[in-house]
């Protein structure tokens, strides 16, 4: 059985004096089976790149506004099998203004990609679980 490892990539930044803060991850998936000089492309790697958004509800709508073709993993603070919804970022149901509350990242946290198959793939790894699509937009 070929062996499939997954590199998690890092990088935090804050923002304001409030202590916000967005973390960008990126997914790539190693397969010795595929020509390895591929994983080294920085345009590959520049490319899959997630963002997640913290107690940062305007970068998050930024993101989105900028994103519009993109996804959205919609996730407890800490990602469980039990509420891992997919969204296309367009979805009504994850812009303007909060059906409950004030914020959009306060208690839910979203994880935002280019990519639906980086944002299953981390539901799997780090919620332990397959993301459900959103009823609504059907990503």
């Known amino acids: 059985m070929e062996r499939l490892s997954l590199w ?5 930044r804050r923002r304001g004096a409030a202590g916000q803060v967005a973390t960008r991850l990126g997914f790539v998936a190693r397969d010795p089976r595929v020509d390895r000089r591929t994983h080294g492309d920085p345009a590959l790697l520049a490319a899959r790149r997630m963002t997640t958004f913290i107690d940062d509800d305007r970068g998050y709508l930024t993101w989105v506004a900028q994103h519009p073709g993109g996804f959205v993993l919609n996730t407890a603070r800490k990602p469980a099998p039990e509420y891992l919804i997919l969204h296309r970022a367009s979805c009504s149901t994850i812009t ?5 509350g004030q914020y959009w990242t306060r208690d839910l946290i979203k994880h935002c990609s280019e990519h639906r198959a980086e944002l299953r793939g981390f539901a799997r790894v780090e919620g332990g679980g397959e993301a459900q699509d959103c009823g609504t937009c059907q990503p």
């Open 96 to 100: 303007g203004s909060p059906a409950r």
């Open 8 to 12: 998690i990539f890092a990088n935090r």
